[in-house]
């Protein structure tokens, strides 16, 4: 059965930085637009990042412009979110989420195969 899995959450103090990975069991996440999507305790899930087929295309929510990077590593079927400056506000619950096609915008609807989540905590 095909799986999206995330990894690299954890717990990091104000300021710090996380690596979050995606990676997939029967997909080639070379072919499909990449979302990353987080879930806050009491809050609506928040697309955050998406990229498109290759690496040109790119997009990011105003609360994590200029902090987050998503990117591709096509050799090792991954893709990443880089989050720098981290903030006790960024703690939640987040998801890798793939889609058929980028369609330019950050849209839940647009993503049908998604992971169980891995936690990120921002805390002193």
């Known amino acids: 059965q095909s799986k999206v899995e995330e990894s690299g959450g954890g717990l990091v103090p104000p300021g710090g930085s996380l690596r979050l990975s995606c990676t997939a069991s029967?997909?080639?996440?070379?072919?499909?637009?990449v979302a990353w999507v987080r879930q806050a305790p009491g809050k609506e899930r928040e697309v955050l990042s998406s990229i498109g087929k290759g690496t040109s295309k790119t997009l990011y929510a105003d609360s994590v412009k200029g902090r987050f990077t998503i990117s591709r590593d096509d050799a090792m079927n991954r893709v990443h979110l880089q989050m720098d400056n981290l903030k006790p506000e960024d703690t939640a619950v987040y998801y890798c989420?793939?889609?058929?096609?980028?369609?330019?915008?950050?849209?839940?609807?647009?993503?049908?195969?998604w992971g169980p989540g891995t936690q990120v905590t921002v805390s002193s």
């Open positions: 989420a793939l889609g058929p096609s980028w369609k330019g915008g950050l849209r839940e609807d647009d993503y049908e195969y």
């Open positions: 029967s997909f080639f996440l070379e072919y499909y637009a």
